[in-house]
């Protein structure tokens, strides 16, 4: 393939397509993302991408919020932590370290919304693409790792993947995450640690810990109520 048919074959394949028009798909995808979040060994497999996202979400409102992204760790257990460099204390500091669990709920209710609206190729192409740039700012094999089966997972979907396909994946990605943050704030609301980011986050403003965890809830489920206003009409018996 020369370069001008590769170049082609790229934009065709981010270009935005209809997405299916019946509801099947949108049930399936649904079902597919509650087995993988639900069913241990499926969980177990695929959380990586959960804490990919929660540690991105750390880095980049860092950055936003004038903060310099130095690297990421996912660990073995699936924990990971996001490093950036700037005052210890600060809206910085507090912007940044917030920023972890709702990060996956966010992104998860857009995906929902570019789904249904046929920009999945369009998303998978973004997401490739910020995955293989994240892979410079890994700080450990096992995050290597992580990083590149996701994006490999994705890249494959993408490239290979029929427009029905590729909606699919993606929505089933979006709920996913979304299913998964509920999960990983279930988690550290249960049996949280002094180095969670709630601890954290009461730490650096006085603010007691079960405010921000109320808060995290709050954000997640405004994320879901907007994720199911455009699920609803395929659920329920729509388009």
């Known amino acids: 393939m020369d370069l001008q048919s590769l170049v082609r074959a790229v934009w065709e394949r981010i270009t935005p397509s209809a997405a299916p028009e019946n509801a099947w798909w949108v049930l399936l995808a649904l079902a597919a993302a509650l087995a993988v979040v ?127 396909v590729t909606a699919l994946i993606a929505l089933a990605a979006a709920v996913f995450l979304l299913f998964g943050a509920w999960r990983h704030l279930g988690a550290v609301i249960a049996g949280g640690s002094r180095g969670d980011d709630p601890a954290q986050l009461a730490q650096l403003t006085g603010v007691p810990t079960w405010i921000w965890h109320l808060m995290y809830v709050a954000v997640l489920a405004a994320c879901s109520w907007w994720a199911w206003t455009a699920l609803a009409p395929h659920v329920l018996g729509g388009a």
Request: no cysteine; hydrophobic share 60%; charged share 5%.
């Open 38 to 164: 639900v069913l241990p060994p499926l969980w177990h497999l695929v959380r990586p991408a959960v804490t990919i996202v929660h540690e991105l979400g750390h880095a980049l409102v860092g950055i936003l919020a004038g903060r310099r992204f130095t690297g990421f760790v996912v660990s073995a257990d699936m924990s990971g932590h996001a490093v950036t460099v700037g005052p210890r204390r600060g809206i910085g500091r507090i912007a940044s370290t917030w920023a972890g669990y709702p990060a996956p709920a966010i992104l998860g209710a857009v995906l929902v919304q570019i789904a249904l609206h046929g920009w999945a190729p369009t998303a998978l192409f973004a997401a490739v693409l910020v995955l293989v740039t994240s892979l410079v700012f890994t700080r450990s094999l096992h995050t290597v790792l992580a990083v590149l089966a996701t994006a490999a997972v994705l890249g494959a979907v993408w490239w290979w993947g029929s427009p029905a």
